[in-house]
């Protein structure tokens, strides 16, 4: 699948896997354990200021395909559960072109990947 990236779109990719497969296996007991895909995606990162202030969508990964969109409204940083996390605010894009796309098509690496940006 080759997807085209809007080029006025600031992307934030997290790689949402200890999340997504807490979440799937109802593994309650785990600190990674969100309720929903939305939740895996939007919630502690670390991100700076600058990059969450300019992002415009922030997409939830598993295993390098897109899993989730989230259009941006608004970011904050976590002070009680992860203190210095940015928590990310949106609507769910549940038509996104992103969706199923192959991050590999635009990054080289998957080594190592927690976050990525595009375009930005």
């Given at each position: ?9 600031k992307?934030i ?37 600058e ?21 941006i ?40 990947f ?6 930005m």
């Open positions: 699948m080759n997807t085209t990236i809007n080029t006025s779109d992307l990719f997290v790689n949402i896997k200890k999340s997504y497969e807490a979440m799937i296996n109802h593994d309650t007991e785990s600190p990674f354990y969100r309720d929903s895909l939305k939740e895996c995606t939007r919630k502690f990162w670390p991100v700076k200021d990059k969450a202030n300019v992002a415009s969508h922030i997409l939830g990964c598993y295993k390098g395909i897109v899993k989730e969109v989230i259009k409204s608004s970011s904050f940083t976590s002070e009680e559960e992860y203190p210095g996390r940015k928590v990310f605010e949106g609507e769910e894009l549940e038509d996104s072109p992103y969706l199923g796309m192959d991050i590999r098509d635009i990054f080289d690496t998957l080594a190592n927690r976050i990525k940006y595009y375009n």
